[in-house]
């Protein structure tokens, strides 16, 4: 019971670990560099606050040709 068990997790690991190796070596796979969302002045210091719902500005620039879509972004 216990050795089928066993060769159970084994091939599971290696099917995951086939799966990953795919989807990072297969063209268009990964994180290619230049597309991403980045995020500027995010070492802000923002002094001491009072307790509250406070407005924070982030600059976000997107280093890729295809739109991105930021959730959370109130839209105007």
Same mark, same amino acid.
């Not at 050795?3 to 159970?8: D, N, P, R, S, T």
């Not at 500027?40 to 002094?47: C, F, K, S, V």
């Not at 719902?53 to 109130?74: A, D, K, M, Y």
């Given at each position: 019971?216990?050795? =089928?068990?066993?060769? %159970?997790?084994?091939?599971? !690991?290696?099917?995951? &670990?086939?799966?990953?190796?795919? *989807?990072?070596?297969?063209?268009?796979?990964?994180?290619? =560099?230049?597309?991403? %969302?980045?995020?500027?002045? !995010?070492?802000?210091? &923002?002094?001491?606050?009072?307790? *509250?719902?406070?407005?924070?500005?982030?600059?976000?620039?997107?280093?890729?040709?295809?739109?991105?879509?930021?959730?959370?972004?109130?839209?105007?």
């Amino acid at each position: 019971m216990f050795a =089928k068990a066993a060769w %159970l997790c084994v091939l599971a !690991t290696a099917g995951l &670990l086939v799966w990953g190796a795919i *989807g990072l070596f297969a063209p268009g796979g990964g994180q290619e =560099k230049g597309n991403a %969302l980045i995020g500027e002045e !995010t070492e802000r210091d &923002l002094g001491q606050q009072p307790v *509250g719902t406070h407005v924070v500005e982030l600059r976000v620039r997107n280093t890729s040709r295809q739109p991105r879509r930021i959730l959370g972004l109130p839209d105007g």
